[in-house]
C-alpha cells in the first residue's frame, strides 16, 4: 500500500463512520424525545402520509363523537318533556272519568276545572319552553326530518335520520285543536262559540269545560251538561288520542336513541382501532431505540478517538525523509 501525504484515506474512512454513528445517535435522541419514529417524511415517506391520514381522521371521529353524544342529549331532553306532558294528560283523564260519574255539582265540577286549566296551561308552557341548544323541540318548529352526523364522510350512512315526527306540536293546540268531534264538543260547551286560539285562557276554559262537562250560556255562566248530543267518551277519546300521539313519538324516540347509542358505540371502537394502527406506525419503540443510541454513542466514541491516531497516519512520511 502506498505511503501518501496529501489523501488520508483512513481519516476519510473514520470520518464518514463518525458522522454515520452521529447521524443515528442524533435520530435515537430525537425519538424518544419526541416519542415518534416518524418525526418527518424523509423518516417514512408512505408511512408518513399514512400516519397524517389517520390523523385526520381521528380529529374528525372525536367531533362526530360530539356529535352524537349531542343527538342523544338531545333526544332525552325531548323524551324527559313528554314524560312532564304525559303526566299531565293522565291526571286531566282522571279528572275527566271522576267528572263522568255523574254524582258531582256544579261547584265540583268547576273546581275539577279550575284544576285542568292549570294542567292544559302547564303542557303548553312545557312544549314552548322544551329546547336543546337552541332549537325548540316540541312547538311544531322542526317540520322536516333531523339529520345527525354520526360518520366522517358525505354517504348516506354516515347521517341518522331524526323523524320530525318525534318533535311535532306538543301544546295544547297540538294535540286536540285537530280532533273534530272534541273541538265540536268545546264550541257547544262554549255556548256554540268557536275557540280560535287554543292556547289561550279562553281556550283553556273551554277545553277543561267540556271535559268535565259543563256547559257556558250566554251570560258566561256554567252549568252542567244535560244536552242529547254531549257524549262523555268523546272526551275521553280525545285525551286517549293525546296519549297515544305522544306514546308514539316517544317509541320513535327511544328506538333512534338505541340506533344513536349504537353509532356511538361504533365511533368509540373505531376511534380506538385507529389508535392503536396509528401508534403502531408512528409510535418510537424506547427499548429499541436506547439501544440504538448506546451502540450509536459507543461508535461515536470509539471513531471519535480513531480519528485522531488515523489523522497523525501520514506523519509516517516524515520517518522516510
Avoid: C
Avoid at 102 to 116: H, R
Wanted: proline share 1%; hydrophobic share 40%.
Amino acid at each position: 500500500m502506498p505511503v501518501v501525504v496529501r489523501t488520508n484515506m483512513q481519516s476519510i474512512i473514520v470520518q464518514e463512520n463518525l458522522n454515520s454513528a452521529t447521524k443515528s445517535l442524533n435520530t435515537a435522541i430525537e425519538r424518544m424525545t419526541t416519542g415518534y419514529k416518524i418525526n418527518q417524511a424523509s423518516d417514512n415517506a408512505a408511512g408518513y402520509s399514512i400516519a397524517t391520514s389517520w390523523v385526520t381522521k381521528l380529529g374528525s371521529l372525536d367531533i362526530v363523537a360530539e356529535n352524537t353524544a349531542m343527538g342523544r342529549d338531545m333526544l332525552s331532553t325531548a323524551e324527559s318533556n313528554y314524560s312532564l306532558i304525559t303526566g299531565h294528560i293522565q291526571r286531566v283523564r282522571d279528572l275527566t272519568e271522576q267528572a263522568a260519574n255523574g254524582t258531582y255539582g256544579v261547584d265540583s265540577l268547576k273546581a275539577m276545572q279550575s284544576e285542568i286549566v292549570a294542567r292544559l296551561e302547564e303542557i303548553t308552557r312545557v312544549a314552548n319552553n322544551a329546547e336543546f341548544n337552541g332549537i325548540k323541540l316540541m312547538s311544531g318548529s322542526i317540520t322536516t326530518d333531523v339529520g345527525l352526523q354520526v360518520g366522517i364522510d358525505a354517504s348516506a350512512d354516515s347521517v341518522i335520520k331524526l323523524s320530525s315526527t318525534m318533535f311535532a306540536n306538543a301544546t295544547v293546540s297540538g294535540l286536540f285543536a285537530g280532533n273534530t268531534t272534541f273541538m265540536n264538543i268545546v264550541k257547544k260547551d262554549n255556548n256554540n262559540t268557536a275557540v280560535t286560539h287554543v292556547n289561550e285562557t279562553a281556550g283553556y276554559t273551554a277545553l277543561a269545560a267540556a271535559f268535565v262537562g259543563l256547559k257556558k250560556d250566554g251570560s258566561g255562566n256554567y252549568s252542567i251538561q244535560t244536552e242529547a248530543g254531549y257524549q262523555a267518551k268523546d272526551t275521553l277519546a280525545a285525551l286517549d288520542k293525546a296519549l297515544k300521539s305522544i306514546d308514539t313519538r316517544v317509541t320513535t324516540l327511544g328506538a333512534t336513541q338505541n340506533r344513536v347509542d349504537s353509532a356511538l358505540s361504533s365511533i368509540e371502537v373505531r376511534s380506538t382501532n385507529l389508535t392503536s394502527s396509528l401508534s403502531t406506525i408512528r409510535d418510537t419503540d424506547v427499548g429499541k431505540e436506547s439501544s440504538n443510541y448506546i451502540q450509536a454513542q459507543i461508535l461515536q466514541q470509539a471513531s471519535a478517538t480513531l480519528l485522531a491516531t488515523a489523522n497523525q497516519a501520514p506523519s509516517i512520511a516524515l520517518s522516510l525523509i
